[in-house]
């Protein structure tokens, strides 16, 4: 039977020999790019076609809001109600002299002037936040007990799922494809009596730290606009510090709220991972990051505005409706700045390691400035050094990219992309002997902090995914000991980011490396949040620029890139970051607020 089958094999392997012709390889070969190449087009068709139409439907709703808007009073005094603080339109709600409907209305009409101007960060209007609105404004029917946001209108990043609106990431490909229902956090805010107003956007995909967005249009920072905001919670930073929204909520994995704070003047927090729900969150890395969370938190212009909003979705409503956050209500003591108790907050300046990206001077002087402040007010401030920041850098982006951004470059396939996006993805797709050796020349020419390509292979098997999770235990554990040993500590000051707002035309290969400044605290998972503290003056820019000119002469180029980047960075906002142990944001919004208080003094 064998022999026949070979025989068999001979006679067709002949036939085809004789018969097939390199003509021949060449027009399959031929007919299959050209098939390639017409799926190309299709898709790219489809796509193009899917944004007229979410275009369509954007302006649709924008004129159904300008149009319930028209006959409305526009006022100054109306429009004024958006400069007042979170707990000054409170207490006018509490009394009386504003009712809910028009507290919305006038931020919905602050919002669409931001809107025509451009750069506003929105993303859609909610259309039934009138309804919301009006069924709060029956004084008869408001409860006895009211939570710190009720009637209050809350602007959410678009990856907050709110029922029947997309959440796009700027993905054209998730158009048309709104939420079947509210996410947690949605939920809790409505029953606490709060009304979500409208959706900001992201930077694309949420993972570039420009507010680039093919679907929305890209937002720049409002102090400088050949700045960028941050991200990935972009469009949240522009509107809240343009006064577009009393108060914000965003999303963070690696500093996706703090950074756009910090770079646009803002405070913000980001809780520990199951201090809120992050249930219902709209992601598209469900697949391929391992060991790290997102989670919800919020941005303000103001400290007290984020305790008040941590005191209203920590509610019975929100333990009820997740089994993993533990039910823990807002801890007024520990937020209570009880003069009696000393509280011992270490400091560290920069990570002492060349392979990290190390900040500017005008950081260090920020991160300074508070700990005299902290001393001032009575609290021990000690020095603290992270363990091994290297290593804490290279596991956060093989957590992040454990699939070696396969699952990323499926949903950037087609896409308009972004150029800090197009190089990201890019370098997904090379082989991993590619990256390596890219790195390794980085290293060599003195850009260490860059060198990262290596780290986004991907885990190759099961024992990998386990030796990653075994390896974040123990890193946490490290942490935590050099934690206790340096107090214990209450709390922790140090850089938000290695530098201000970079300009819009910044390489990527200066900008990503200083996220370590803020990921490192979703790797251990600790509560963390920034306050401003001061803006970069022209004496700042100064030395940074002789800075730069030493370090060019000692060869450091890349730092001396860096600093140059501090170029026309007069009036931008500098902030510092406060860290907390697990499940004890009250005592960061402590120091914070310990901070801001500082501030508003030196203002006055």
């Known amino acids: 039977m064998t022999d026949i089958v070979v025989a068999h094999w001979m006679r067709l392997s002949s036939w085809i020999g004789r018969h097939v012709n390199k003509k021949l390889a060449v027009s399959c070969g031929l007919t299959v790019l050209i098939i390639r190449l017409l799926r190309e087009i299709y898709l790219r068709r489809k796509l193009n076609q899917r944004f007229r139409e979410k275009q369509a439907e954007l302006r649709k709703r924008i004129e159904l809001i300008r149009g319930h808007l028209e006959n409305e009073d526009k006022t100054d005094e109306i429009i004024s109600l958006t400069n007042l603080s979170l707990s000054e339109l409170r207490q006018k709600i509490e009394d009386r002299t504003v009712s809910p409907s028009k507290l919305l209305r006038a931020f919905q009409t602050k919002a669409l002037q931001l809107y025509d101007n451009g750069n506003s960060g929105i993303c859609e209007f909610i259309s039934e936040?009138?309804?919301?609105?009006?069924?709060?404004?029956?004084?008869?029917?408001?409860?006895?007990?009211?939570?710190?946001?009720?009637?209050?209108?809350?602007?959410?990043?678009?990856?907050i799922c709110v029922k029947g609106y997309d959440s796009t990431m700027?993905?054209?490909?998730?158009?048309?494809?709104?939420?079947?229902?509210?996410?947690?956090?949605?939920?809790?805010?409505?029953?606490?009596?709060?009304?979500?107003?409208?959706?900001?956007?992201?930077?694309?995909?949420?993972?570039t730290l420009h507010g680039s967005n093919a679907l929305y249009g890209d937002t720049v920072n409002p102090y400088k606009k050949t700045r960028i905001t941050g991200g990935s919670s972009s469009g949240e930073a522009v509107l809240l510090a343009q006064r577009g929204s009393p108060i914000g909520f965003g999303t963070d994995i690696a500093g996706g709220i703090r950074v756009p704070a910090a770079f646009c003047g803002l405070a913000s927090l980001k809780p520990t991972s199951t201090r809120l729900s992050g249930l219902g969150l709209a992601r598209i890395d469900e697949h391929s990051v391992l060991g790290i969370r997102w989670c919800p938190g919020p941005i303000a212009n103001r400290v007290d505005d984020l305790a008040d909003a941590m005191r209203t979705v920590l509610s019975p409503t929100l333990f009820s409706l997740d089994a993993e956050i533990p039910p823990m209500p807002f801890n007024e003591l520990l937020y209570a700045d009880?003069?009696?108790?000393?509280?011992?907050?270490?400091?560290?300046?920069?990570?002492?390691?060349?392979?990290?990206?190390?900040?500017?001077?005008?950081?260090?002087?920020?991160?300074?400035?508070?700990?005299?402040?902290?001393?001032?007010?009575?609290?021990?401030?000690?020095?603290?050094?992270?363990?091994?920041?290297?290593?804490?850098?290279?596991?956060?982006?093989?957590?992040?990219?454990?699939?070696?951004?396969?699952?990323?470059?499926?949903?950037?396939?087609?896409?308009?992309?972004?150029?800090?996006?197009?190089?990201?993805?890019?370098?997904?797709?090379?082989?991993?002997?590619?990256?390596?050796?890219?790195?390794?020349?980085?290293?060599?020419?003195?850009?260490?902090?860059?060198?990262?390509?290596?780290?986004?292979?991907?885990?190759?098997?099961?024992?990998?995914?386990?030796?990653?999770?075994v390896v974040l235990k123990k890193y946490r554990a490290q942490f935590k000991k050099a934690w206790d040993e340096a107090g214990p500590l209450d709390a922790l000051i140090c850089p938000a980011s290695a530098f201000p707002a970079p300009t819009c035309t910044s390489r990527y290969l200066y900008v990503c490396p200083s996220l370590i400044y803020t990921a490192i605290y979703n790797l251990v998972d600790y509560p963390a949040g920034t306050v401003p503290i001061s803006f970069v003056d022209e004496i700042d820019v100064i030395?940074?620029?002789?800075?730069?000119?030493r370090q060019y002469l000692d060869g450091e180029w890349y730092k001396a890139r860096v600093n140059l980047m501090q170029q026309d960075s007069e009036g931008l906002p500098v902030a510092v970051q406060v860290v907390g142990r697990?499940?004890?944001?009250e005592t960061v919004l402590r120091v914070m607020r310990i901070i801001e208080a500082a501030q508003e003094k030196v203002e006055c």
């Open 129 to 159: 936040a009138k309804e919301w609105a009006s069924s709060l404004d029956d004084a008869s029917h408001m409860p006895p007990v009211r939570s710190p946001l009720y009637g209050i209108p809350v602007s959410l990043k678009e990856t």
């Open 170 to 207: 700027g993905l054209i490909k998730r158009c048309e494809k709104p939420n079947v229902e509210d996410c947690v956090l949605v939920k809790v805010l409505k029953k606490a009596g709060a009304i979500p107003f409208l959706l900001t956007s992201t930077s694309q995909a949420t993972w």
């Open 338 to 469: 009880d003069k009696s108790k000393e509280l011992c907050i270490g400091v560290f300046f920069h990570f002492g390691e060349k392979s990290v990206a190390q900040p500017v001077s005008i950081i260090e002087g920020a991160v300074k400035q508070a700990a005299i402040t902290l001393k001032k007010a009575g609290h021990r401030v000690v020095k603290f050094s992270p363990p091994s920041p290297s290593r804490a850098s290279s596991l956060l982006f093989r957590l992040l990219f454990a699939d070696g951004g396969r699952e990323l470059r499926q949903w950037l396939a087609h896409e308009p992309l972004s150029c800090q996006l197009r190089l990201l993805n890019y370098t997904l797709g090379l082989p991993y002997w590619m990256k390596a050796s890219g790195d390794a020349v980085l290293s060599l020419v003195g850009a260490r902090p860059a060198a990262i390509a290596h780290t986004l292979g991907g885990a190759r098997n099961v024992q990998t995914v386990m030796d990653l999770f």
């Open 543 to 549: 030395e940074s620029s002789k800075m730069a000119v």
């Open 582 to 585: 697990p499940f004890c944001e």
